[in-house]
């Protein structure tokens, strides 16, 4: 099971990014996934999950302002990331629940993260 995030950069307040996580060696569909971000000095967070069948859990801080999405036929997990504020400063890891549920279990059960990509929005 591999996951390689990119789309990360530098972008003014108020910007947009997009980032990219592509998923090889399990069934993609089959799987809870999400997106989490680490700022410096802090615990990791949940940005946003999406279990198998489509349901989504943002966090308040994001809710409106991302969107994640899930395109099959690439294998890639994606989070549009609009009105960007310093506080999105972090680096952002694509995770996915190699247990196989109708639910997301808790992500500290999660075994599976990509590299990361770091996100810098300045004010």
Request: glycine share 16%; net charge negative.
């Given at each position: 099971v591999q996951?390689?995030?990119s789309g990360g950069?530098?972008?003014q307040a108020g910007?947009?990014?997009r980032l990219s996580c592509a998923a090889s060696g399990y069934r993609f569909s089959s799987h809870c996934?999400?997106?989490f971000r680490q700022a410096p000095?802090?615990?990791r967070e949940?940005?946003?999950v999406i279990y198998r069948n489509g349901v989504t859990k943002y966090a308040d801080?994001?809710?409106g302002r991302f969107t994640v999405s899930k395109d099959t036929a690439k294998n890639?997990?994606?989070l549009q990331m609009d009105s960007l504020t310093a506080e999105d400063t972090a680096m952002y890891y694509c995770g996915v629940d190699v247990y196989e549920s109708n639910w997301c279990r808790a992500s500290t059960l999660w075994t599976t993260w990509g590299q990361g990509t770091q996100v810098t929005v300045s004010s």
């Open positions: 996951l390689v995030e950069g530098s972008v910007g947009s990014l996934m999400g997106w000095g802090l615990e949940r940005v946003v801080s994001v809710e890639t997990l994606y």
